[in-house]
């Protein structure tokens, strides 16, 4: 029995081990000290929403449901760390909430993920409404599927053109041109007011 049970604590000595240094190695190097679950949404939500979350539209593209995805910040992500070279979204991606726990909000939107949704095939991304680029919470009341137009060409879709607005917003932070707090309002109410300005300053959504 002594020696099963020793056989049992190494077998979990060594998976423990295993999932650490898994953990450590996808993230990037140097990350700054942060609160990888700070979560301060907009506005209170009750999650998971009682009722259908139902996205609305603004310019021809989908914003989602305020009353499902408000939108949230990690108060520890601050303008200094944004303007740390250390500071890269893979600190945080997938800290608060993994993939799996995010894949839920689909239901919430009552849509059925793509079977093969990567490369040219993807049609929906999980999004960050307040961009992690912008202090993003990675958590699930700022997270929701953006979906379309299938028919479109990948960098058309709906989820490309605000990564384009994210990398914009990121820029004007970084350099004092915009606040941090009017960013990250102004994203999660209505991301597609910035976007004829950052497609003019960032061509294929790179910013210079």
Not at 129 to 142: C, K, R, V
Not at 162 to 178: H, I, S, W
Request: glycine share 6%; net charge neutral.
């Amino acid at each position: 029995m002594r020696v099963s049970i020793s056989v049992a604590l190494f077998a979990c000595l060594i998976t423990g081990n295993a999932l650490s240094q898994m953990e450590s190695e996808r993230k990037p190097v140097n990350c700054p000290s942060l609160d990888v679950k700070g979560d301060s949404p907009l506005h209170k939500v009750s999650l998971p929403p009682s009722d259908r979350c139902s996205p609305s539209n603004k310019n021809g593209f989908p914003i989602p449901d305020p009353n499902c995805t408000p939108g949230a910040i990690n108060p520890s992500i601050t303008l200094e760390v944004l303007k740390n070279p250390n500071f890269k979204t893979g600190c945080v991606r997938d800290e608060a909430t993994n993939p799996q726990i995010k894949d839920g909000t689909y239901k919430w939107y009552h849509l059925q993920k793509p079977p093969h949704n990567s490369g040219q095939a993807q049609v929906c991304e999980l999004d960050h409404l307040i961009s992690l680029e912008i202090g993003g919470a990675d958590t699930l009341d700022n997270i929701w599927p953006q979906c379309g137009p299938s028919r479109a060409a990948l960098d058309e879709r709906y989820f490309k053109r605000k990564d384009t607005v994210e990398n914009y917003l990121a820029k004007q932070v970084r350099e004092g041109k915009m606040n941090l707090s009017d960013a990250q309002s102004g994203i999660a109410t209505d991301w597609t007011q910035y976007l004829e300005t950052a497609e003019r300053e960032c061509p294929k959504g790179e910013c210079k």
